[in-house]
């Protein structure tokens, strides 16, 4: 583990935009009000775009150009803590972003055939889903176009120090991190306009998918903008009278509602979706409710991938045991239901979404 390493730092003179909220277009202006040619804020776009992690690895900009920009249109990107699992394959960092300097997780993930990042797109979240550790620490701040899209420029750097039995190479972007995307609409889609531009990292949309736990009006519009982004809809519970106790977002969107906006997804995109759920103790990892979610996933085509729940310190309930997570696959099988029981990377690093920052604020609380 290391920590405290900064990428940059610098007082802005833009507050609340950080370099990686500017489009070309107004880092062209920005520039041509400090006398400066359009050509280089062309170099400066695609340097950031590109993978430098620092104004001063920008050699191709002269010296006093970059620390004006270091100063004065700071990337608001710092590196507060980092740690690393599974033999160097995971690797989570807690960020500082923008000049307010919201705290969000981070986490890379390298297998033998593909990398992926797992990003935040909340300081924290407002859904109140009790089993998770974001969900307990409440909405903080939403972040901004800019302050999402940074996160995966971290991901690309970390991406070189992942293990040779790795491809090294980040190609894949899940919004599974912190936060509720589509509570931030906004601010999400930006970050995925940019992840997508072919001046900046030029991310496949298709490699790209957003979870969400619900919302069917952002469903709705996530097909309409972008109907090559995956769609991923963290269920947890097949039934409304658990789900609402579970997720209480359901008893603004019920099941049937969002089942309905997944179909609606489904034919607009012509992409199946994925239905996520974690496998709670005792709770959602019944047979009744692995026959419910036949039901749901088979109208839908989805594939379903389990999760065993990472405990958290604000809601004493464990994991499902292996056991019992066998007898809920073999319903789900039984049924034609395609479904994958997901690694659980990086237990021991706080590698659950919100647990890296809740053990950072104990810390800072002493
Ligand atoms: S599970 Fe997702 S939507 Fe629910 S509280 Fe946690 S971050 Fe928010």
């Known amino acids: ?13 833009l507050p609340g935009m950080g370099a990686y909220d500017l489009s070309l277009e107004e880092l062209t202006g920005i520039l041509a009000g400090w006398g400066e040619p359009a050509f280089r804020a062309r170099q400066v776009h695609r340097q950031l775009w590109r993978r430098a992690a620092r104004y001063e690895d920008m050699t191709d900009v002269p010296p006093p150009l970059r620390e004006r920009l270091a100063a004065e249109v700071p990337l608001g990107v710092e590196v507060l803590e980092e740690r690393t699992a599974d033999g160097g394959a995971t690797r ?16 890379l993930m390298g297998y033998r055939d593909r990398v ?6 909340q300081a924290g979240c407002a859904m109140g889903c009790g089993f998770c550790a974001t969900g307990q620490m409440g909405l903080r701040n939403n972040l901004t176009a800019g302050e999402i899209a940074a996160q995966v420029m971290w991901a690309f750097r970390e ?7 790795t491809p090294r190479r980040l190609a894949n972007v899940v919004f599974m991190g912190m936060g509720e995307p589509l509570a931030n609409e906004r601010a999400a889609f930006g970050a995925i306009e940019r992840l997508v531009d072919p001046r900046g990292p030029k991310l496949g949309a298709r490699h790209v998918t957003l979870s969400t736990v619900g919302l069917v009006p952002g469903i709705r519009h996530l097909g309409e903008r972008f109907p090559q982004v995956g769609l991923a809809v963290s269920f947890h519970a097949a039934d409304d009278e658990l789900r609402d106790r579970l997720v209480p977002i359901n008893r603004v969107h019920p099941i049937s509602a969002l089942v309905a906006a997944m179909r609606e997804h489904r034919a607009r995109t012509r992409r199946r979706p994925s239905i996520e759920w974690a496998m709670i103790d005792a709770t959602n990892d019944s047979d009744d409710q692995a026959r419910k979610l036949v039901r749901i ?12 729940l990472n405990p958290t310190p604000g809601w004493p309930t464990e994991p499902s045991s292996p056991q019992r997570i066998r007898g809920f696959v073999g319903v789900l099988e039984s049924g034609g239901v395609n479904v994958t029981v997901r690694d659980t990377r990086g237990r021991g690093i ?6 890296l920052r809740l053990a950072h604020d104990a810390a800072a609380r002493g």
């Not at 989570?92 to 986490?107: D, N, Q």
């Not at 996933?297 to 065993?308: F, K, Q, Y």
């Not at 706080?350 to 647990?355: K, L, P, V």
């Open 297 to 308: 996933a088979r109208e839908l085509g989805a594939h379903v991938n389990l999760i065993p």
């Open 116 to 121: 992926t990042a797992c990003i935040s797109s």
């Open 1 to 13: 583990m290391r920590s405290g390493r900064s990428d940059v730092r610098g007082a802005g003179t």
């Open 350 to 355: 706080e590698a659950a979404c919100g647990q």
């Open 92 to 107: 989570k960092a807690l960020l500082g972003l923008g000049p307010a300097r919201h705290l969000v997780e981070v986490v």
């Open 159 to 165: 991406a070189r120090r992942l293990p040779a039995s």
